[in-house]
C-alpha cells in the first residue's frame, strides 16, 4: 500500500469518524433542547 493511499484511508475514516461525531451531538442537543421545552410545559 502506497503513502498516498494510506493517505486517502486516514482521510475517509476521519470524515466519517466527524460525521459520526456531529450528528451524535446534534442528536444530544435535539434531546437536551426538547427536554427543556418539556418541563418548560410541565410547569
Do not use: W
Amino acid at each position: 500500500m502506497s503513502f498516498e493511499e494510506l493517505g486517502e484511508l486516514v482521510a475517509v475514516f476521519a470524515g466519517a469518524f466527524r460525521g459520526l461525531i456531529s450528528s451524535h451531538v446534534a442528536m444530544l442537543a435535539h434531546g437536551h433542547t426538547a427536554k427543556k421545552i418539556c418541563s418548560y410545559k410541565e410547569t
